[in-house]
């Protein structure tokens, strides 16, 4: 069975700058690509980023370009989100998620396995 366990959320004032993990544990991190969503109140769940097995493939929903970087560590079974420039509309539920297909996904229904998701307010 493999668990996903997100951290690293909270309070930030906007301009700041968070970096959320995901540990991933019962099988090997370098087996699944992996993705980063997020769901607003009362919005759908939607794509933040997400990277290859290996790391050297990587996309960006256009409102995290310039701004998040995913990020993995097979050998600690992590995975990153470093969210910088933080604006208040960026406030979500934070998932990552794990895809055991090979192409790069972005639709939350390409990912086999989520996290319980970590909370982001962005506030002043």
């Known amino acids: 069975q493999v668990q996903l366990v997100e951290s690293g959320g909270g309070l930030v004032q906007p301009g700041g700058s968070l970096r959320l993990s995901c540990a991933v544990s019962?099988?090997?991190?370098?087996?699944?690509?992996m993705g980063w969503f997020r769901q607003a109140p009362v919005q759908e769940r939607e794509f933040a980023a997400t990277?290859?097995?290996?790391?050297?493939?990587?996309n960006y929903a256009d409102e995290a370009k310039g701004r998040f970087t995913i990020s993995r560590e097979n050998a600690k079974n992590t995975v990153y989100l470093q969210m910088n420039s933080l604006k208040p509309e960026d406030t979500a539920v934070y998932y990552c998620?794990?895809?055991?297909?090979?192409?790069?996904?972005?639709?939350?229904?390409?990912?086999?396995?989520w996290g319980q998701g970590t909370q982001v307010t962005v506030s002043s």
């Open positions: 998620a794990a895809d055991r297909n090979y192409g790069l996904g972005f639709t939350d229904d390409e990912y086999d396995y």
């Open positions: 019962g099988r090997a991190l370098s087996s699944y690509n």
């Open positions: 990277i290859s097995r290996s790391g050297s493939r990587t």
